[in-house]
């Protein structure tokens, strides 16, 4: 039997190495410390640095306004969360309600959208003057308005014509080439219900949605392309004219019969 397997040192030798290894490590350590650049080297580190200190105010805030509370003399209890909700509450509905600030951020039924309505009922209804049908059209913006209308061709078909169960046809369509607000309206707010086109009546399962988010510049340039494609022909569109009507955006969307006549 070897005598060192019940030598008390030679167990403590083993220690003792563990010790001197780990020690260098730490030595080692140390050093590199030493010699480490404390200076924030990037723009991350001197963010951090903000962070670091701004996260520690925000954390002893918390703790002064929620965490504890003096009872009496010398005694802090933890605040029971009942009172955080209150608290949190009474701060969330004293606040100022976020402005919606866009019309199309209504939603729709709600009453901002029932006060809008009221507004865009009394205000006096807008109108536009018609461009020349026979000025000649800008190149350019027929080209723009081919690229916007990719959005259109999805439910109205790559020549315009309508897509059976999908949308009533641009090809030939009298509010396509009847008076310009129609076509503008349309975009702006959407259409649904049954609607005539070209002698056809059409009550299609889903409405046609407004496409507002596009700029005044777009949906002048899609509507004159429309206008202006598959044998229709019609005055150009112009960003202003779009923009006479965005009052109206976020409205509900539109019924035939909310339309001016065509022809
Ligand atoms: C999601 C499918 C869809 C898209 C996308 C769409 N429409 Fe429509 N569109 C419809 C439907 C459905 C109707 C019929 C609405 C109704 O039921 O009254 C319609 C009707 C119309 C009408 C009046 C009726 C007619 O056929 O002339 C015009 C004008 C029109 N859309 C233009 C456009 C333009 C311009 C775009 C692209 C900016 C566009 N639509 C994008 C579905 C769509």
């Known amino acids: 039997m070897d005598p060192s397997q019940d030598n008390p040192f030679v167990r403590f030798k083993a220690f003792f190495w563990a010790l001197a290894v780990f020690g260098l490590f730490g030595a080692l350590l140390a050093v590199i410390a030493l010699f480490n650049d404390k200076k924030p080297s990037s723009l991350e580190d001197v963010v951090a640095v903000d962070r670091y200190a701004n996260r520690q105010k925000v954390e002893a805030a918390q703790d002064a306004n929620f965490a504890y509370k003096s009872v009496e003399e010398g005694k802090v209890v933890q605040v029971p969360p009942a009172d955080v909700f209150a608290h949190v509450g009474g701060m969330l509905s004293s606040a100022k309600p976020a402005a919606v600030e866009r019309p199309e951020q209504v939603v729709p039924g709600s009453a901002a959208a029932a006060e809008l309505e009221k507004k865009a009922a009394s205000a006096a209804p807008v109108v536009i003057a018609e461009n020349d049908a026979n000025a000649p059209i800008d190149p350019a913006v027929m ?121």
Not at 206 to 223: F, G, H, N, R, S
Not at 236 to 245: H, N
């Open 143 to 263: 080209a723009a308005g081919k690229v916007e209308f990719a959005l259109c061709q999805a439910c109205h078909g790559p020549e315009g014509t309508g897509v059976p169960g999908l949308a009533p046809p641009l090809a030939g369509s009298e509010w396509v080439v009847g008076p310009v607000e129609n076509p503008i309206r349309i975009v702006l707010r959407g259409l649904g219900g049954p609607i005539k086109v070209k002698g056809v009546d059409y009550n299609l399962p889903a409405p046609m949605v407004a496409a507002a988010y596009l700029t005044d510049e777009k949906i002048a340039a899609v509507l004159t392309y429309v206008r202006n494609s598959w044998g229709n022909k019609a005055s150009a569109v112009t960003p202003d004219q779009v923009k006479a009507f965005r009052g109206e955006v976020g409205l509900p969307a539109l019924q035939a019969a909310d339309l001016k006549a065509p022809q």
